[in-house]
């Protein structure tokens, strides 16, 4: 008996769902077809893939090396059976995770784009905080991701296998209510900014992390209003006046300019570097290989 590729789809989806019941109801098919699938390709192998902690299987050592040949040859296997029917024409599922910033500001425009230039219209779009796309880019749930960091690119391809690459930037600030007092300063220091509550974004966000890299060792005190996971409603609750917001300015434009916010100057270099990242496993399709270059060479509009 070979492997199959009905087998190596259902080991992917278990290894994505990391149960039997989910990955059946994914793939429609009945619990013991999908336990049957595995056990079939486990036996073929000569090992197991999983380890079963707390009713969850948890891919091991085995199954990780498993699973990027796994999702190449699925990638390749939809290629074949569309290689003669179109042409030159781009095919394929493409699946992108982005950061918030990233995906409610700029990825939206930049589809549009893609569109435009390939007539590509199948992606599938997910966005969260920066590492969990990181953690779905690992798990080889998404082909490609888009996110914020600063810096710690180093430590993210070591603990993931990822490659990450330089993309655009952006420059983050800080925002306030209209009528906060801080608005009427002439000249800002850091020393104004202390004993102020925040509304800032939650663990895994990449702002977040900015923050606490680049402006909170800055502070002797600051205290947390709000952790949110939306940056509209970070925008909503600084112009509302319950905390200073720490936000990117390509994200906070809209609110400046229709007079939510007000922002406030510093003398700090708050740039932030965004990142296209995708594992080193990954087998770049056709339509990946395009999207990335496009990507790359994708400039935002004003």
Known sequence: MSVSLRQLHVFVTVAQEKTITAASALLYLSKPAVSMALTELEKHLGHKLFERVNNRL????????????????????????????HDDTLTGHLRIGASDTIGNQM????????????????????????QAIIDQLAAFELDVGLIEGQGESKHLLNKTDLVMTPWL?????????VDDPLTKHEQLTLFALE??????????????????????????????AFELRNTEAI???????????????????????????????LPLDLRRQYWLVHHKDKHFSPLLTRFVSFS???????
């Open 107 to 130: 990825v939206p425009f930049l589809l549009r784009d893609f569109r435009a230039e390939t007539h590509h219209t199948d992606q599938e779009l997910v966005i969260s905080n920066s």
């Open 169 to 177: 930037s952006d420059e983050m600030c800080i925002a306030c209510a």
């Open 296 to 302: 790359q060479r994708w400039q935002v509009s004003d």
């Open 58 to 85: 948890m891919i091991n050592e085995h199954g990780r090396r498993l699973l990027p040949l796994a999702d190449e040859l699925l990638t390749r296997s939809h290629e074949i059976s569309t290689v003669l029917d």
């Open 235 to 265: 925008i909503n609750c600084a112009s509302a006046g319950l905390g200073l917001a720490y936000l990117s300015r390509h994200a906070a434009r809209h609110a400046v300019a229709d007079n939510r916010l007000s922002l406030l100057e």
């Open 195 to 224: 004993n102020h509550t925040w509304v800032l974004r939650e663990p895994g966000s990449g702002t977040r992390e900015h923050f606490l890299s680049r402006v909170a060792p800055r502070l002797e005190e600051w205290t947390m």
